[in-house]
């Protein structure tokens, strides 16, 4: 810019000079024009983030996943199934419809969800909800290891531990939620129980058996995490299979989450059995099958069906925005709109920045004041 050659005393001299000789019309355009100069090339050179609280599963957990809008808290416990107990959290009120998710492999309940159902535009919607978090056996936060004798349950007998989960909690029916490996799981269920599933949200669902270069990936992660521990190889493969590589080039900040945080709370043992499993997953055999006598014996979801898939992450918000049409299109939450989804949004902003708004008014005021004109 040319006015970085001039000097910021003589520049505040003419502004002065300027002032003094009234507010005459003329000069008013003028003296406006030279100030804003002067604010455009303030350089914030001493700008300073203070009580700044890096990301982390382990900050997170303290919270509770979802916002105790419904009067009802959190719980969480162990539920005995036909193939082991599995840790299930719960959040809302339970007499409303139920939500069921399952994770994907190297996650939990707490690693996957937490992000998503935490998201201030899913706090109305799921008002009208109660979410059931079932874990894979042996991958909840802080899970004991497995004891080596004990045999790690197939996909489709993990799928058979959610009719126990039913069972426990009463439920009738749910809505099923997967991602990767949790939602084959959900399918498989769906699949064999169909009048106990209304519907069903997947992301990234893989309905056929593993190819070879997956099954080489997982089996030699697999192998490494048998040693109780999480090479450089399992890190990189588990990072590639949940953020693909765009997301590991451009999103630094969410990696690092990720390898800070989520692999350290995971148990390596209990982890390689649940990888095991999955790459041993049959097919589900399910395809569009149009002639009417075939389709009755081809297996086919009954109940709608939304799938998210991509090379990249999804978007939050999209997810959060697909995932409230998706409900309202079975006839849930009619009333919802995205204007009280908006007004929600701009309201829980408003009291963020409320507490801080005013000493950052005045920082920014002294910042410029003391800031030179370069």
Not at 108 to 128: A, C, R, T, W
Not at 289 to 308: A, L, N, R, S
Request: charged fraction near 20%; include cysteine; charge should be negative.
């Amino acid at each position: 810019m040319a006015s970085q050659n001039i000097d910021p005393a003589a520049r505040v001299t003419r502004v002065k000079e300027a002032e003094a000789d009234g507010p005459s019309k003329k000069d008013s355009h003028s003296v406006s024009k030279r100030t804003m100069e002067q604010l455009n090339d303030v350089e914030l050179n001493d700008v300073q983030v203070s009580d700044v609280q890096a990301r982390s599963i382990e900050k997170m957990s303290e919270q509770p996943l979802l916002a105790n809008t419904s009067g009802s808290l959190p719980g969480e416990e162990d539920v005995e199934t036909s193939f082991g107990a599995v840790h299930v959290a719960t959040h809302g009120n339970r007499s409303k419809p139920a939500i069921l998710t399952f994770h994907d492999i190297g996650l939990n309940h707490v690693s996957q969800f937490q992000g998503f159902f935490s998201y201030i535009d899913m706090e109305p919607l799921l008002k009208h909800f109660c979410v059931y978090h079932v874990n894979a056996p042996g991958q909840e936060l802080g899970g004991n290891t497995r004891p080596a004798t004990s045999v790690y349950p197939t996909m489709d007998e993990i799928s058979e531990t959610l009719l126990d989960v039913m069972n426990h909690f009463g439920l009738k029916r749910f809505i099923g939620f997967g991602v990767g490996a949790g939602a084959n799981i959900i399918a498989r269920f769906a699949l064999n129980f169909p009048e106990k599933v209304d519907a069903l949200f997947f992301i990234n669902c893989i309905s056929t058996q593993a190819g070879w270069m997956e099954w080489g990936y997982q089996k030699v992660s697999s192998f490494h995490l048998r040693g109780n521990r999480v090479t450089k190889f399992t890190e990189d493969y588990l990072l590639w299979h949940h953020f693909g590589k765009k997301t590991l080039e451009v999103n630094h900040d969410l990696v690092h989450v990720y390898k800070e945080s989520m692999l350290k709370n995971i148990n390596p043992v209990n982890l390689a059995s649940f990888i095991e499993t999955y790459i041993k997953r049959t097919d589900l055999g399910i395809k569009r099958e149009m002639d009417p006598e075939k389709k009755k014996i081809t297996p086919q979801f009954k109940c709608p069906v939304m799938v998210i898939s991509g090379a990249s992450s999804p978007h939050i918000n999209e997810t959060c925005e697909s995932f409230r049409l998706f409900l309202q299109g079975l006839g849930y939450v009619p009333s919802l709109s995205l204007t009280s989804l908006t007004k929600n949004r701009s309201r829980a902003s408003s009291v963020t920045s409320a507490g801080s708004a005013a000493s950052s008014s005045q920082d920014t005021i002294e910042s410029l004041k003391e800031q030179p004109v370069c």
